[in-house]
């Protein structure tokens, strides 16, 4: 046992945090080791880049969640950018995996995490907190998306987020036209699974290098689809702008045109549904 102590709970957090709802999309991307480990090693210096067969992973992680407070509840949207990666000092831990098996859930040490390079979000408050408690590099953005519902038509399959700039001013956040990314995916009809890949581990470097994690329960399977080339060539739409943002830079550096290798997908059940009204006659 170490005589590290925990991290301070900055006020006026409670721990944990309790989603009253998640909808999440992720996809992974198999990419050069090389600048994912320049990133690390420039970011979080104590995390070694994941392998899978000689390729880096790089992971852009959507998620709309709802949580419920004393004085109300509220809801927000952000979007990770991820390398793949564990603790250096914890190596030996690891078992060696393909791709295919770290997305099915196989590594369950939960040292291979995601170390955050980037978190978009348009929740002042939730920016605070990321980054007050988990040392999350989080800061202003505002997004446009779609994704299936219940509410929806019945065979809708298909995601799409478009990530925007913003500011946070007096009045709370400020959206601005900047479009940072934008991500597409059609699952209608591709095969899929339910995979047990939680709790996932989310890596973050305070200011004073001390490297944080964190875990992510979520209590019921994830849904995994794999990708061949070809699927995700006509599935999977990362479009970068030549925006001149440090996220565009590492998007286009790291992805660029790679394809997707694999989307996994969580969306809560609902937990009531008011139903379709009738008549009521006035004499029987």
């Known amino acids: 046992m170490t005589d590290l102590p925990l991290p301070p709970v900055a006020a006026p957090y409670r721990l944990p945090f309790h989603y009253g709802a998640l909808h999440n999309i992720g996809v992974d991307y198999l990419v050069d080791p090389g600048p994912v480990r320049d990133l690390l090693a420039e970011r979080h210096p104590q995390l070694t880049a994941a392998e ?34 564990h603790p250096t000092a914890c190596a030996a831990l690891l078992p060696r995996l393909d791709y295919q098996q770290y997305a099915r859930g196989w590594e369950q ?37 779609t994704m299936p519902s219940l509410n ?6 298909s995601w799409s987020v478009a990530c925007r700039q913003a500011t946070v001013g007096a009045g709370g956040l400020e959206p601005q036209d900047t479009l940072l990314f934008s991500l597409d995916a059609d699952l209608a009809g591709l095969p899929h699974e339910p995979v047990n890949n939680t709790p996932i581990t989310g890596y973050g470097t305070d200011p004073q ?3 944080l994690a964190g875990a992510l329960n979520v209590y019921q399977p994830y849904r995994h689809h794999p990708l061949d080339q070809a699927a995700a060539t006509r599935r999977i739409k990362l479009h970068i702008p ?35 009204p009738y008549y009521v006659p006035s004499k029987l």
């Not at 929806?152 to 399959?157: L, V």
């Not at 943002?245 to 996994?264: F, K």
């Open 52 to 85: 899978f067969d000689g390729r880096a992973c790089v992971s852009l992680n959507y998620q709309l969640y709802f949580a419920q407070y004393p004085n109300g509840g509220g809801v927000t949207q952000e979007i990770e950018f991820n390398l793949i990666a």
């Open 109 to 145: 040490t939960k040292q291979l995490g995601i170390a955050r390079i980037h978190v978009v979000c348009d929740n002042p408050l939730a920016i605070d907190a990321g980054t007050r408690l988990y040392a999350e590099p989080k800061y202003p953005g505002w997004f446009e998306s």
């Open 152 to 157: 929806g038509p019945a065979d809708a399959q």
């Open 209 to 211: 290098e001390r490297l």
């Open 242 to 276: 030549d925006s001149g943002t440090e996220l565009g830079r590492h998007l286009g550096e790291l992805i660029g045109s790679s394809p997707a290798a694999g989307v996994w997908t969580y969306q809560s059940p609902p937990v009531a549904a008011h139903n379709r």
